[in-house]
């Protein structure tokens, strides 16, 4: 794929999200919060200080979070390309000074080197056109001791994290497959 079809597909998805992000929840919420209780209930996956939720899109990740009290982070990167999606985070009023929104692609993360020990990519990863540059970008920066989590449609016929990077362990499905890479 070239440089330019590669934006094209970005643009392409950014699109469809800016058009759809009033109904967004309304038609995944439950479908979200079920793979995040599977994640942090039932796997006990535990958040870090410095969260970066890439295409956080509304904000349900987040809300998740605050709403079960699994809120002991300093920092939460929310960052999505779709200006509409992050314009509903907005909307719901959640203030919190830990929260910052960053209207960008996840192969473009306008953030320093090492900053985040906990990455979030949650129904993303078929969204990406170029998944060799956003794994680049996310090793770039992930903190010592952090990890990554990526899930993917159970019934995706994209590559999977692990076969770009065989250090990326799957650790189960739950409407998705829920794949972790971990740095020491």
Sequence with gaps: MNHYSDLWEMDNSVFKYNITY?????????????????????????????????????????????????????????????????????????????????????????????????????TVWDNVADKEKLLSELFRILSSNGFILISIYEKSSSLKPVDLCSEFELIGCRIDCFYVYTRE
């Design 22 to 122: 009033r109904s967004y929840d309304q038609l995944y919420r439950e479908e979200q919060f079920s793979k995040y209780r599977f994640v942090f209930e039932e796997i006990g996956l535990k958040i870090g200080k410095v969260i970066l939720d890439v295409g956080c899109g509304t904000g349900l990740l987040i809300e998740y979070l605050l709403d079960r009290r699994i809120d002991y982070f300093k920092k939460y990167f929310c960052i999505d390309p779709s200006i509409g999606m992050l314009s509903r985070v907005v909307e719901k009023k959640i203030f919190d000074n830990r929260i910052i929104l960053l209207n960008s692609y996840g192969e473009y993360i306008p953030l320093i080197d090492r900053i985040a020990d906990s990455i979030f990519l949650f």
